[in-house]
């Protein structure tokens, strides 16, 4: 007789039957039907516990986060409309804010984070006066995407007329290094550029100087002024200053001016007390001919010890002037300068500007110390943040760059001239910030 074991076992065979019938049409399949059900089941729950995991840890280092709308550590935004708030508890009042920047500006700490946070819990707060700085910029550039390299000012003529772009964070591929260029910018001065220097030629003086260099009939290369402005400045082209007083020197037959050579290499000026090494450019610029003397006469002629004004700075020789190029860059801090470079397709600046185009890459930006001189003490210049838009802020403190996302980033220093070259946005300040 079978035992009551026996016959659940038999009653449970039976509804598994029915069921099988009823699920795969097949009352004796090969394998049940309900376990595939389970397996899917399974694989389910495995799938929603990785979505959650993966959006809570997207949260946690995004700081895209659900948040309580009283916090007074992060930008808050509403979830559905993407409006942006700050929570000050100095009034206890939620306050929309005007833009990115802004919000990060007045909330407290030193890394804030970007929170969302529901309409509902954003509506248990009482509403404050909007904040902010107009015009301050709604996004900013991530640390990784800064351009810390040099700054490179470009001319060309490209368009008709000498334009200048302002290239932020590169110098420009291809080209060759720059010999000597006679320029001239739309305000009718005459330049040489030699070996990363200009020196000015004397409104005066242009023709006189061009005819002593055996440059007379080269045209000057039509340049943009704040290409010249950018070329670190040599002293002008302009003969040595002579000591006053005695016109007759102890050498006889000469008189204090003269300038001798022995070969047309060799030069020098007759001084009161003796005569005076010149270089070729220096006896040129005397604008008188030299009168040549034997060598051995030369070399026996007494040195003087009285100093010549204006004698450093100058080119040793008349340079060779190169054909004018289509373009030319000078890239700072170095004051490298090359000729016929690709130059990078720029935008016209929303503001006043010192140039006619800034190329900043989309999605980059320069956080930059302005530097008085090359040798102005780190930290001593005023730190701006260069967006893609092609303006400057300058932050009120150097203390807001953690603020800001920059904590790790060191400034790059750009000589001051050139961050002004772009049209400047308004201050990053907290204060500024903060005003109703």
């Not at 996004?139 to 490209?158: I, N, Q, R, Y």
């Not at 800001?404 to 070259?421: C, D, E, H, K, M």
């Amino acid at each position: 007789m079978p035992s009551r074991q026996d016959e659940l076992h038999s009653y449970q065979y039976s509804v598994q039957r029915v069921v099988a019938a009823l699920v795969s049409h097949d009352p004796d399949p090969h394998r049940s039907p309900l376990r595939r059900a389970g397996v899917t089941a399974l694989v389910g729950l495995l799938v929603a516990a990785l979505t959650v995991g993966g959006f809570a840890v997207y949260g946690l280092f995004t700081g895209h986060s659900m948040a309580e709308a009283d916090d007074p550590t992060a930008v808050l935004v509403e979830k559905d409309s993407g409006a942006r708030y700050v929570y000050l508890k100095s009034d206890g009042k939620l306050h929309p804010v005007l833009n990115y920047t802004s919000g990060l500006l007045l909330t407290e700490g030193d890394t804030p984070s970007l929170k969302t946070v529901p309409a509902g819990k954003l509506a248990e707060i009482p509403l404050g006066a909007t904040l902010g700085i107009p015009d301050a910029p709604d996004a900013l550039p991530a640390s990784g995407s800064l351009l810390g390299g040099a700054w490179s000012v470009c001319t060309d003529t490209a368009s008709g007329r000498a334009r200048s772009t302002l290239v932020v964070g590169a110098a420009p591929g291809g080209g060759a290094p720059a010999g000597g260029l006679l320029v001239r910018d739309a305000s009718g001065r005459t330049h040489l550029i030699n070996d990363g220097k200009r020196h000015l030629l004397p409104a005066a003086r242009v023709d006189a100087i061009e005819r002593a260099f055996g440059w007379y009939g080269t045209r000057p290369w039509l340049v943009a002024t704040s290409w010249v402005d950018a070329v670190p400045a040599g002293p002008d082209l302009a003969a040595p200053v002579l000591p006053g007083g005695r016109k007759n020197s102890v050498i006889p037959g000469r008189r204090v001016g003269q300038v001798l050579t022995s070969d047309g290499k060799t030069y020098a000026v007759v001084l009161a007390d003796g005569i005076a090494a010149l270089t070729e450019m220096q006896a040129k610029l005397m604008a008188t001919t030299p009168v040549t003397v034997a060598p051995e006469v030369f070399l026996k002629l007494p040195p003087s010890d009285t100093p010549i004004l204006g004698a450093e700075g100058l080119p040793a020789t008349v340079p060779k002037l190169a054909d004018a190029p289509a373009g030319a860059c000078v890239t700072m801090p170095g004051a490298a300068i090359r000729v016929d470079p690709t130059i990078p397709a720029g935008t016209a600046p929303s503001g006043k500007a010192r140039v006619d185009l800034v190329h900043v890459p989309r999605g980059k930006g320069a956080l930059v110390e302005a530097t008085a001189s090359p040798d102005a003490p780190e930290g001593s210049g005023t730190v701006s943040l260069i967006t893609d838009a092609g303006l400057y802020y300058p932050l009120a403190s150097r203390d807001l760059l953690s603020r800001l996302g920059y904590g790790s980033v060191r400034p790059a220093r750009i000589p001051a001239q050139l961050v002004a070259y772009l049209p400047a946005g308004p201050a990053l300040d907290p204060v500024r910030a903060g005003r109703r």
